[in-house]
């Protein structure tokens, strides 16, 4: 007797939309209890009641579940971010905004914020290059607030690509930095404020 799987949704295609959310739900609460490492797939099918064979239906192994995850959750997370940022600030102002709220972001979010600082450079370059458009927006962002910020006088000129390195690579540095504490929130506004006055001001006194 064959046994057929049983549908859960009014059609075929809501059936499999419906499971697909599953997956990306339970890895989401599975990737917080242990981990990316110690996750297997098996624990991620199990966890919702589908076998290994269906769940190769939906993603093809462990890098495309978890680029994938990233690219259904992230985009909306940068929005939320995005819209954060009070109304009226200068650019300079806004651009050091956005990046403490990135900062906090990645620091506190036990899910997207670890894939993005700790498992992504694991990944291979297909994946990572899923996971990078998938913050793509923010990536504009900051790179139109440099942008204006020349034109305005208030960045000094450079190669706009160097420029975003720099920006990301504070960003994450300081996220790093946080990460590396047992309480995280307790040096949260020394860390923020750091970056800040380093992203505007280098290492120059006076300015």
């Excluded at 600082?117 to 962002?141: N, Y």
């Amino acid at each position: 007797e064959v046994t057929v799987p049983r549908i859960r949704a009014a059609s075929i295609e809501e059936h499999k939309t419906k499971t697909r959310r599953e997956i990306l739900d339970a890895t989401q609460t599975l990737l917080q209890e242990y981990g990316y490492e110690e996750m297997s797939l098996g624990d991620v099918a199990a966890s919702i009641g589908i076998g290994r064979t269906t769940f190769y239906e939906y993603f093809r192994d462990k890098e495309d579940l978890i680029a994938s995850l990233v690219e259904e959750t992230l985009p909306e997370t940068v929005e939320e971010l995005l819209a954060r940022v009070p109304p009226g600030l200068s650019v300079a102002e806004r651009l050091v905004d956005l990046a403490e709220k990135t900062v906090e972001f990645v620091a506190t979010d036990p899910v997207l914020g670890l894939i993005l600082h700790r498992e992504a450079p694991k990944l291979s370059p297909a994946a990572q290059e899923r996971v990078r458009a998938a913050h793509g927006d923010l990536g504009t962002e900051f790179a139109g607030l440099y942008r204006a910020g020349v034109r305005e006088g208030a960045f000094r000129p450079m190669p706009p690509d160097l420029a975003g390195r720099f920006i990301q690579d504070v960003i994450m540095s300081a996220a790093k930095a946080l990460l590396a504490e047992r309480r995280p929130e307790r040096r949260m506004e020394e860390v923020t404020e750091a970056m800040g006055q380093f992203l505007l001001h280098g290492l120059t006194v006076g300015r």
